[in-house]
């Protein structure tokens, strides 16, 4: 009887591998729609700029007129101080909070609203942007990073500009102490080991002297947790056929 693999120990939920979010500032969310956001406006200040654990992308706390604060993933060419404003009225300019349905096409955006009032759950990673394809009646396209186009509706707001940040990936890290900080505030595993590598006690695929699985490495999405390693319920595996159209 072996002992717990590695997937089952993180399944259990345990403090090991969990995210350390103590020191996390807030999430990066709209405030709560108001009748002013679909047609009127409200000027705010960005009080601050603040790096928070575990984000690519700076966080732009901002006071409005209203009484209203949010933090908000900070676009680039924004600054302390600037004032910016959100709401149907506000012009199309860097860091304004505008509904998609007001924003001109071509228009690089970020922070998109996948529904009227959940905050922004699109385009916010650092550098990430989509952009206004085309108004419809009560929608607008939008092409979003993957390059793939969507419809949403036109009171969904989003924020003028790219997310900042845009070159975080080209620097490498250097050190292996560099990266493991980077990756303890989001909770991932590091480093990873290969289960061939491991004796057969702490891996399906462990053991023996020529280190390969020994085993098919596709396994159910039904399988117990012990098994439950490799290629999860692959549609395929190895290299695809190439398809020759007959037409």
């Known amino acids: 009887m072996g002992k717990r693999i590695r997937v089952q120990r993180r399944g259990r939920g345990g403090t090991v591998f969990r995210a350390h979010i103590y020191r996390r ?37 901002v006071q409005f007129s209203d009484g209203k604060a949010c933090c908000l993933n900070a676009p680039e060419g924004i600054l302390v101080s600037q004032t910016i404003s959100r709401g149907a009225e506000s012009p199309p300019e860097i860091g304004n909070i505008l509904p998609v349905g007001k924003i001109p096409e071509g228009t690089m955006i970020c922070s998109v609203e996948r529904e009227p009032g959940d905050g922004g759950k699109i385009a916010k990673a650092s550098g990430s942007y989509a952009m206004v394809v085309a108004h419809r009646s009560g929608t607008t396209e939008l092409r979003l990073p993957s390059g793939t186009s969507v419809s949403l509706p036109d009171s969904c707001r989003a924020t003028i500009g790219v997310v900042s940040a845009a070159g975080r990936t080209e620097k490498p890290f250097m050190k292996a102490g560099t990266r493991r900080a980077w990756l303890l505030p989001k909770g991932r595993l590091w480093p990873i080991t290969k289960g061939q590598a491991m004796v057969a006690a702490s891996h399906p695929h462990g053991g023996g002297r020529h280190k390969h699985a020994g085993k098919p490495t596709t396994v159910s999405r039904n399988t117990s947790p012990g098994r439950k390693v490799g290629l999860i319920a692959a549609r395929q595996s190895g290299r695809s056929k190439r398809r020759i159209r007959t037409e």
Not at 33 to 61: E, K, N, Q, W
């Open 25 to 61: 500032i807030a999430p990066a969310s709209y405030p709560p729609l108001t009748p002013t956001d679909a047609a009127g406006r409200v000027d705010g200040t960005i009080v601050d700029i603040m790096h928070d654990p575990g984000r690519g992308s700076p966080l732009a706390f």
